[in-house]
Antibody, heavy 118, light 105 residues
Framework: EEQLVESGGGLVQPGESLRVSCAAS????????MSWVRQAPGKGLEWVSYIGISSSDIRYADSVKGRFTISRDKAKNSLYLQMNSLRDEDTAMYYC???????????WGQGTLVTVSS | EIVLTQSPATLSLSPGERAALSCRASQSVSRSLAWYQQKPGQAPRLLIYDASNRATGIPARFSGSGSGTDFTLTISSLEPEDFAVYYCQQRSNWLFGQGTQVEIK
């Protein structure tokens, strides 16, 4: 079964950093473009970041540009999101998602909750 | 930036009824539009991609139509498990619509 499992979420204070991870099983994450999508409590879905197969093509939403860094570890079949200078408005469930067709997401993890609060 | 507007915000229907959800783009997205279903406490699930292609394992009661700026997700006969929030999404910056809640009347 193809599966994505996120981890690393938690409670942090504004201005702090956190790294969330996404481990793939049942398929090679290295063969797919991947994204992070977040959802604030009670709100809709917001795309956060994208990474191409070669990792040379990386994009960010304006809301996180300059603060978040996406990366992948081919040996560990994993995806990461390093989040620095966290703000209250970054509080959300963070999902990793496998992209197909250049835009849609056919496989999602269960999410990891990041709470930014003092 | 292409904006997606979903309507209605909430749709109140009974099991067995037909649901029609609208997604309108501020400019043409051709047929690059996907639909997702999300239930409380769960991750989104892909239903439809490229406007009208059902994803793997999606029941035939779900269908998508449209092109350009106007798209519709139709559920031909609502099952109890179909009551959920539905999102559309397009290619440009992977933007999502704000969602339509389908609730039990």
């Amino acid at each position: 079964e193809e599966q994505l499992v996120e981890s690393g979420g938690g409670l942090v204070q504004p201005g702090e950093s956190l790294r969330v991870s996404c481990a793939a099983s049942g398929f090679s994450l290295n063969s797919y473009t991947m994204s992070w999508v977040r959802q604030a409590p009670g709100k809709g879905l917001e795309w956060v970041s994208y990474i191409g197969i070669s990792s040379s093509d990386i994009r960010y939403a304006d809301s996180v540009k300059g603060r978040f860094t996406i990366s992948r570890d081919k040996a560990k079949n994993s995806l990461y999101l390093q989040m620095n200078s966290l703000r209250d408005e970054d509080t959300a469930m963070y999902y990793c998602a496998r992209e197909r067709g250049g835009y849609y997401f056919d496989t999602w993890g269960q999410g990891t909750l990041v709470t930014v609060s003092s | 930036e292409i904006v997606l507007t979903q309507s209605p915000a909430t749709l109140s229907l009974s099991p067995g009824e037909r649901a029609a959800l609208s997604c309108r783009a501020s400019q043409s997205v051709s047929r690059s539009l996907a639909w997702y279903q999300q239930k409380p406490g769960q991750a989104p699930r892909l239903l439809i991609y490229d406007a009208s292609n059902r994803a793997t394992g999606i029941p035939a009661r779900f269908s998508g139509s449209g092109s350009g700026t106007d798209f519709t997700l139709t559920i031909s006969s609502l099952e109890p498990e179909d009551f959920a929030v539905y999102y559309c999404q397009q290619r440009s910056n992977w933007l999502f619509g704000q969602g339509t809640q389908v609730e039990i009347k």
